[in-house]
């Protein structure tokens, strides 16, 4: 084991806030990928923005950016995070209280996924400061992740100079490596029953409300194996309490790590609609979109055993996982680079309670770092 890099803790937790105090939802990241460019530029990075913004309607791409390496013939790799946050946060002033750096409680704190962030910018620092010896490294830093990987489905993969990724955006422990992650179907469900007075004429009415309800019963939902999981996320429907609703709208989705598993799963869910409907006199319309594809790494895949030497020489257990969640490395393994997801400082996300650890952050910065060095003693 190797000692860690010294990590500029105070400069990486101000990196941090400055992140944080952006009000960046989905399609509205432009204040923070400012912070970054300007950073990524002053070491000496090739930065350039994509079109994705302008493809979903958002005020900035995402923010490639690339610095050849010190050693030419190490294998070039990229590290990625997205500036996007699940809510809007206006006016948050991020509380630092010891290691932990939280929200008032009214918000979010924006831990993801700026806590990955963050330490992917402290590190490209050292890099040029310590003058540590690295390859070509890419940086992926991406928009719109919380609405479905949005940003990095309209990166071009031929931008992409890297053989091997490793995205920052896991919960810890810092040390992890989520090597499978699941499939995501999602469906849009449109029950057409009839209207009727709902006092008067109650019999002349087919509730598209109580077509839904029905169908939703009959559902096997949230963890349906350890490999496969489905939620009814949105119904809306109706009109007004003396009105037998005419129309009921539901948004759904079903995952799994394997392909057989969704499938059945997805499609005893749209059964379940098709034959309430059928049974009520109704009809319904479902509209079903691929959001991700799954992916599995080998055990003996580059990029795992670059974390695993990576991981050992800054003195972390190595641990590998499988998640329930999708993330830019369901797109960039789809792109056909072997990408990893690292397990970061972030904790309850998309709560209002969720915080993240300074000591995780500092220790995320140095893996990013060992990472680098270790791709560059790598010969292919």
Same mark, same amino acid.
């Given at each position: 084991m190797a000692d860690p890099v010294a990590v500029n803790r105070d400069r990486l937790v101000q990196t941090f806030l400055d992140l944080a105090r952006q009000n960046t939802p989905p399609r509205q990241e432009k204040a923070a990928s400012e912070i970054a460019y300007r950073i990524l530029q002053d070491l000496g990075f090739e930065c350039e923005y994509d079109d994705a913004g302008e493809q979903v309607g958002g005020n900035v791409g995402n923010l490639i950016a690339f610095k050849k390496g010190t050693v030419a013939d190490a294998p070039p790799i990229f590290f990625s995070a997205h500036f996007d946050t699940v809510e809007p946060t206006p006016g948050l002033e991020p509380i630092v209280d010891g290691d932990i750096i939280k929200s008032d409680g009214n918000t979010i704190v924006g831990a993801d996924d700026k806590c990955g962030m963050a330490p992917i910018l402290e590190a490209m620092r050292l890099l040029q400061e310590q003058d540590i010896p690295h390859g070509d490294i890419q940086l992926l830093l991406t928009i719109c992740e919380e609405i479905g990987l949005v940003g990095a489905k309209h990166m071009d993969p031929r931008r992409i100079r890297a053989r091997y990724g490793f995205v920052l955006d896991a919960g810890p422990p810092v040390g992890s490596f989520v090597y499978s992650a699941p499939t995501q179907d999602i469906f849009d469900v449109y029950i057409h029953g009839r209207a009727a007075h709902a006092g008067a004429q109650p019999e002349d009415g087919i509730s598209a409300i109580a077509v839904a309800a029905r169908a939703v019963a009959r559902m096997k939902l949230g963890r349906v194996d350890p490999e496969t999981t489905a939620n009814v996320g949105i119904i809306e429907g109706g009109t007004a309490t003396n009105i037998v609703p005419a129309e009921c709208y539901l948004k759904c989705e079903a995952r799994s790590r394997n392909p057989a598993k969704l499938? /059945?799963?997805?499609?005893?869910?749209?059964?379940?609609?098709?034959?309430?409907?059928?049974?009520?006199?109704?009809?319904?319309? @479902?509209?079903?979109?691929?959001?991700?594809?799954?992916?599995?790494?080998?055990?003996?895949?580059?990029?795992?055993?670059?974390?695993?030497?990576?991981?050992?020489?800054?003195?972390?257990?190595?641990?590998?996982?499988?998640? $329930?969640? $999708?993330?830019?490395?369901?797109?960039?393994?789809?792109?056909?680079?072997?990408?990893?997801?690292?397990?970061?400082?972030?904790?309850? @996300?998309?709560?209002?309670?969720?915080?993240? =650890?300074?000591?995780?952050?500092?220790?995320? =910065?140095?893996?990013?770092?060992? @990472?680098?060095? =270790?791709?560059?003693? /790598?010969?292919?």
């Open positions: 499938d /059945r799963q997805r499609d005893a869910m749209l059964a379940a609609f098709r034959e309430e409907a059928d049974r009520a006199g109704a009809t319904v319309e @479902i509209k079903t979109t691929r959001a991700y594809e799954h992916y599995e790494l080998p055990m003996d895949s580059p990029t795992l055993q670059i974390a695993e030497a990576a991981t050992e020489r800054v003195g972390l257990e190595f641990l590998l996982r499988v998640t $329930g969640g $999708g993330a830019d490395s369901n797109i960039f393994n789809g792109f056909g680079v072997p990408t990893t997801v690292l397990g970061c400082g972030m904790v309850n @996300i998309h709560r209002h309670d969720e915080y993240c =650890t300074i000591s995780d952050m500092v220790k995320s =910065t140095q893996l990013v770092v060992a @990472i680098a060095q =270790t791709a560059a003693e /790598r010969r292919e």
